[in-house]
């Protein structure tokens, strides 16, 4: 239902911006979240928005250096991400939540995030 792209391998201090597509017309419906998870390591969340997109959150290890956004004419969520870190390696997930219906999610494959420093 979801599919990430725009990972791939840059330095520190380079930026990305990963998309999520989703496949349902409900796209627009449904919160986003991004989490990622780094090898050895449990996944955690990085950012979130709701379906709306009147409201945003982020984790604080990428806050003031990550956005979060949708366009949900499109069906797309977004995850710019500047001032990347080293420690920002992981493969990154796109997540689509319902508001309404608990427990109703959807997870993309993941896209790969390398920062070499």
């Known amino acids: 239902h979801l599919v990430e792209s725009g990972g791939g391998l840059v330095q520190a201090g380079d930026s990305l911006r990963l998309s999520c597509v989703g496949s349902?017309?409900?796209?627009?419906?449904?919160?986003i979240g991004w989490y990622r998870q780094a090898p050895g390591k449990e996944r955690e969340f990085v950012a979130s928005?709701?379906?709306?997109?009147?409201?945003?959150y982020y984790a604080d290890s990428v806050r003031g250096r990550f956005t979060v956004s949708r366009d949900n004419a499109k069906d797309t969520g977004y995850l710019q991400m500047n001032s990347l870190k080293p420690e920002d390696t992981a493969i990154h997930y796109c997540?689509?939540?319902?508001?309404?219906?608990?427990?109703?999610?959807?997870w993309g494959q993941g896209t790969q995030v390398t920062v070499s420093s």
């Open positions: 997540n689509a939540a319902s508001p309404v219906v608990h427990g109703l999610s959807y």
């Open positions: 349902t017309r409900m796209f627009g419906t449904y919160d």
């Open positions: 928005i709701t379906w709306e997109g009147d409201s945003t």
